[in-house]
């Protein structure tokens, strides 16, 4: 089992900034992937950001590219997402996952949601 647990989200103005973060119990050391997804009211749960491993290649949706930024940092065991020049958009509970890819089948684990809310 894996355990994450989020937190940093807070009611931020348009064009400002907010780091969220995510404590994992563990990393996997096979194949897996980081991400962090957002659920607006009304709205389907979509993806915001990924980062892969082995590699490190990241993803993004691209009404976040060039704002946010996905890091991980192993020894914490924790996962970033760096938000710049937020927008009303934006707004939404963040939810982190950690996926599983190896061995088969994949697992996905799921945090419980930190709000942000983008509002001046």
């Known amino acids: 089992q894996v355990q994450l647990v989020e937190s940093g989200g807070d009611l931020v103005q348009p064009g400002g900034s907010l780091r969220l973060s995510c404590e994992v119990s563990r990393f996997f050391s096979s194949s897996n992937a980081m991400s962090w997804y957002r659920q607006a009211p009304g709205k389907e749960r979509e993806l915001v950001a990924r980062i892969i491993s082995p590699g490190g290649a990241t993803n993004y949706a691209d009404s976040v590219k060039g704002r946010f930024t996905i890091s991980r940092d192993n020894r914490a065991k924790t996962v970033y997402l760096q938000m710049n020049s937020l927008k009303p958009e934006d707004t939404a509970v963040y939810y982190c996952?950690?996926?599983?890819?190896?061995?088969?089948?994949?697992?996905?684990?799921w945090g419980q949601g930190t709000q942000v809310t983008v509002s001046s």
């Open positions: 996952n950690a996926q599983r890819r190896a061995p088969l089948p994949v697992q996905d684990y």
